[in-house]
């Protein structure tokens, strides 16, 4: 995982009974519930308009990629320690 402030780089495994949009369903519903319960203040902020994700996600097999993909979110880890 690589955590940018607009973004999340996650490489992840589940099941095939699962759909992507299953998994990101439980992934973002699961996540916004903890998030808003760890962290309460975050329900008060006017900009997130009742959601914690936005709507969006971007997904992408990764077996034939994998070596480009794990460099990808290391290239961008290292990058934002430069900052």
């Excluded at 759909?19 to 992934?27: A, K, Q």
């Excluded at 975050?42 to 097999?61: E, I, M």
């Excluded at 070596?67 to 430069?82: G, L, T």
Aim: aromatic residues 16%.
């Amino acid at each position: 995982m690589n955590v940018h402030p607009g973004h999340i780089h996650m490489v992840v495994s589940f099941p095939p009974r699962l759909s992507v949009t299953d998994f990101m369903g439980i992934l973002k519903g699961k996540t916004a519930i903890r998030m808003i319960k760890n962290y309460p203040n975050l329900k008060k902020k006017p900009y997130w308009d009742h959601y914690f994700w936005s709507w969006g996600y971007f997904v992408n097999t990764i077996e034939i990629n994998k070596d480009m993909i794990w460099h990808y979110i290391k290239y961008q880890e290292d990058e934002e320690h430069k900052t």
